[in-house]
């Protein structure tokens, strides 16, 4: 069984940081590139955060370079965003996800509310 288990959400003030970790299971998790998603009320799901499988190639949503930063585990199994500086635009479930050719799967999110 697939899973992927996001964590470290919360409250934040604006200028805040905070450290997600999307823990996988039941796949070959160096295989798969990792992505991280955000989707906030009322918008489409965006694309946060890309990481090919290796970790040596990554890719950034114009709104969170240079403060964001997206990094992997491939021992652990697990994937991360660094994410500094914090806006309260930056308000959404985060998701991440996992896509290895036609294998896609998701997390269930976990929640960055970015308010004073």
């Known amino acids: 069984q697939v899973q992927l288990v996001e964590s470290g959400g919360g409250l934040v003030q604006p200028g805040g940081s905070l450290r997600l970790s999307c823990a996988a299971s039941?796949?070959?998790?160096?295989?798969?590139?990792m992505n991280w998603y955000r989707q906030a009320p009322g918008n489409e799901r965006e694309m946060v955060a890309q990481?090919?499988?290796?970790?040596?190639?990554?890719t950034y949503a114009d709104a969170v370079k240079g403060r964001f930063t997206v990094s992997r585990d491939n021992a652990k199994n697990t994937v991360y965003l660094q994410m500094n500086s914090l806006k309260p635009e930056d308000t959404a479930m985060y998701y991440c996800?996992?896509?290895?050719?036609?294998?896609?799967?998701w997390g269930q999110g976990t929640q960055v509310t970015v308010s004073s």
């Open positions: 996800n996992a896509v290895f050719w036609k294998s896609k799967y």
């Open positions: 990481i090919s499988n290796t970790g040596l190639s990554t």
């Open positions: 039941g796949i070959n998790f160096s295989v798969y590139a």
